[in-house]
């Protein structure tokens, strides 16, 4: 854990002058470009929760999610056979 903090000390310390190098221009558009990306997604994911809520079923299904590197094994037991 010690050598990750001092890993992470360390590109801390390199983007922190990086980012100081540039002009306070550049910083201020920087930061204003990274804002509205992150409106645009908020504004996105919002608007997608919306419409699958104002859809005529307004119940979310969840499903189980496989994972599709491992393969399916068909079982050999029954239905009855269960803990």
Same mark, same amino acid.
């Given at each position: #854990? ?10 801390? @310390? %390199? +983007? ?12 201020? %558009?920087?930061?204003? &470009?990274? +804002?509205? $990306?992150? &409106? ?5 994911? #919002? &608007?997608?929760?919306? $419409?699958d809520l104002?859809?005529? @079923?307004?119940?979310?299904? +969840? %499903?189980? $999610?496989?994972?599709? &590197? ?8 029954g239905a009855? @056979?269960?803990?």
């Amino acid at each position: #854990m010690k050598k990750f903090s001092i890993l992470l000390t360390g590109r801390l @310390d %390199k +983007f922190k002058a990086s980012w100081e190098k540039l002009s306070v221009v550049s910083q201020q %558009k920087l930061v204003l &470009l990274l +804002f509205t $990306i992150y &409106l645009a997604l908020t504004v996105g994911i #919002m &608007l997608k929760v919306f $419409i699958d809520l104002l859809r005529p @079923d307004p119940i979310i299904h +969840f %499903k189980h $999610i496989e994972n599709p &590197l491992i393969p399916k094994e068909q079982s050999t037991t029954g239905a009855n @056979d269960s803990i």
